[in-house]
């Protein structure tokens, strides 16, 4: 560890961008490693051999935020698209649009309601909800009304999650807008769109703007190097994205996570469902939903990205549960968890050289304009910081 000023643990969004600002901005000298063969944590992309469509390994990553300085930094090291995500889901073998728009109400109900007309339906379907719900059902009915609920998320969630609605955060289905007109764009931030040469040349771009400053070391098991980890308890400045609990060897015990498995299928076809992702919210189909990843890049097809337009790449999405040793992939967050993270950030409270951040660090479900805004303030307010009272 000679000549190191700062080890990264993990070279996902978080990672990258902490150690992207120390070279940048401060000038030191930085490792990045990852147990990983590749950078960019879950939001990697890589290009499909057979077919030339990108395809995003550990699911769809769309990139949206409404935050300026998160956009004009991102647009540092690429030029992104104008894509705007839509998402539709099959129920009862009928296709709707979601997120619950005034098109699904209608097309639902097999009416024609004015958006007040719909206020005042949902409304009286949820007139028993609590006013502060207590569990994801209730916020459930409280947002969308008994029958949407049951159609759209209960099953859904039951796939996604393999826990009742009723032992779930309310935070959960807060995600979901709902909208009293024909809007069906999924997000409604301000700034929206894909990596034009994708995430993958994204993340190797911030990493190679750091010139001979940054070093990356992949196929890296930070507890199984003995080295890395005597530069930490050395008192030398650690960024660690990896999950929290491991860091402090499971000492007040695991915490609970959702995984995702992906069955890829090259098929012989030029389209297979005509959108980027279909959901399925009911439970005769065991997988949560198929993202087909050609839709997010047309305007690929006519500039030579695409090997051969006459196939498509679909992964069908199955929810799991998470065991250690898997992919963590979702909080779950239950009472229980969340007594056991105040106890690990208790103790991170004794690591002053330690930051612990991204969505394992801190435990909690990011979007990527998120993690990287969470990164860019830590680089302000903790790390710039630290160097200062270690340089005086």
């Given at each position: 560890?000679?000549?190191?000023?700062?080890?990264?643990?993990?070279?996902?969004?978080?990672?990258?961008?902490i150690a992207e600002r120390v070279a940048n901005e401060l000038g030191k000298k930085i490792l990045v490693i990852d147990k990983r063969n590749h950078i960019g944590g879950n939001s990697y992309s890589e290009?499909?051999?057979?077919?030339?469509?990108?395809?995003?390994?550990?699911?769809?990553?769309?990139?949206?935020?409404?935050?300026?300085?998160?956009?004009?930094?991102?647009?540092?090291?690429?030029?992104?698209?104008?894509?705007?995500?839509?998402?539709?889901?099959?129920?009862?073998?009928?296709?709707?649009?979601?997120?619950?728009?005034?098109?699904?109400?209608?097309?639902?109900?097999?009416?024609?309601?004015?958006?007040?007309?719909?206020?005042?339906?949902?409304?009286?379907?949820?007139?028993?909800?609590?006013?502060?719900?207590?569990?994801?059902?209730?916020?459930?009915?409280?947002?969308?009304?008994?029958?949407?609920?049951?159609?759209?998320?209960?099953?859904?969630?039951?796939?996604?999650?393999?826990?009742?609605?009723?032992?779930?955060?309310?935070?959960?289905?807060?995600?979901?807008?709902?909208?009293?007109?024909?809007?069906?764009?999924?997000?409604?931030?301000?700034?929206?769109?894909?990596?034009?040469?994708?995430?993958?040349?994204?993340?190797?771009?911030?990493?190679?703007?750091?010139?001979?400053?940054?070093?990356?070391?992949?196929?890296?098991?930070?507890f199984n190097d003995n080295e890395l980890r005597e530069f930490t308890s050395g008192g030398g400045l650690t960024i660690f994205t990896?999950?929290?609990?491991?860091?402090?060897?499971?000492?007040?015990?695991?915490?609970?996570?959702?995984?995702?498995?992906?069955?890829?299928?090259?098929?012989?076809?030029?389209?297979?469902?005509?959108?980027?992702?279909?959901?399925?919210?009911?439970?005769?189909?065991?997988?949560?939903?198929?993202?087909?990843?050609?839709?997010?890049?047309?305007?690929?097809?006519?500039?030579?990205?695409?090997?051969?337009?006459?196939?498509?790449?679909?992964?069908?999405?199955?929810?799991?549960?998470?065991?250690?040793?898997?992919?963590?992939?979702?909080?779950?967050?239950?009472?229980?968890?969340?007594?056991?993270?105040?106890?690990?950030?208790?103790?991170?409270?004794?690591?002053?050289?330690?930051?612990?951040?991204?969505?394992?660090?801190?435990?909690?479900?990011?979007?990527?304009?998120?993690?990287?805004?969470?990164?860019?303030?830590?680089?302000?307010?903790?790390?710039?910081?630290?160097?200062?009272?270690?340089?005086?």
């Amino acid at each position: 560890m000679k000549n190191v000023d700062m080890l990264v643990v993990g070279a996902g969004i978080f990672g990258l961008t902490i150690a992207e600002r120390v070279a940048n901005e401060l000038g030191k000298k930085i490792l990045v490693i990852d147990k990983r063969n590749h950078i960019g944590g879950n939001s990697y992309s890589e290009i499909d051999t057979e077919t030339g469509i990108e395809c995003h390994k550990y699911g769809a990553h769309i990139f949206h935020t409404s935050n300026t300085i998160v956009w004009e930094y991102v647009n540092r090291f690429s030029k992104f698209t104008n894509y705007q995500h839509r998402v539709y889901s099959v129920h009862n073998n009928e296709v709707f649009s979601l997120p619950i728009n005034l098109g699904t109400i209608n097309q639902f109900f097999r009416a024609n309601f004015t958006p007040d007309e719909a206020k005042k339906l949902i409304a009286n379907q949820a007139k028993d909800a609590p006013e502060v719900p207590k569990n994801l059902k209730e916020q459930g009915i409280k947002l969308i009304g008994q029958s949407l609920f049951e159609a759209f998320v209960m099953n859904y969630t039951a796939k996604q999650w393999q826990t009742s609605a009723e032992e779930l955060s309310p935070d959960i289905i807060k995600r979901l807008p709902v909208r009293y007109n024909y809007n069906n764009r999924y997000f409604s931030d301000v700034y929206e769109g894909l990596p034009k040469n994708g995430y993958g040349r994204l993340f190797k771009t911030m990493l190679d703007s750091g010139g001979e400053k940054i070093t990356l070391r992949l196929g890296t098991d930070y507890f199984n190097d003995n080295e890395l980890r005597e530069f930490t308890s050395g008192g030398g400045l650690t960024i660690f994205t990896g999950p929290i609990d491991q860091f402090f060897d499971y000492k007040y015990g695991e915490l609970s996570w959702r995984s995702v498995m992906f069955k890829k299928e090259t098929l012989p076809i030029h389209d297979f469902q005509g959108c980027p992702v279909m959901n399925y919210a009911d439970l005769e189909q065991p997988f949560t939903r198929i993202i087909e990843f050609k839709h997010f890049h047309p305007e690929r097809t006519s500039n030579g990205y695409s090997k051969d337009s006459r196939k498509t790449v679909i992964y069908k999405e199955f929810s799991k549960e998470w065991k250690k040793g898997e992919e963590p992939y979702y909080p779950v967050g239950t009472r229980d968890d969340q007594e056991k993270l105040k106890k690990y950030q208790q103790l991170a409270k004794q690591y002053p050289n330690v930051v612990f951040g991204g969505r394992l660090g801190e435990y909690a479900y990011y979007d990527m304009d998120v993690t990287f805004l969470s990164a860019l303030t830590m680089f302000k307010n903790i790390v710039t910081d630290w160097y200062k009272k270690h340089e005086n």
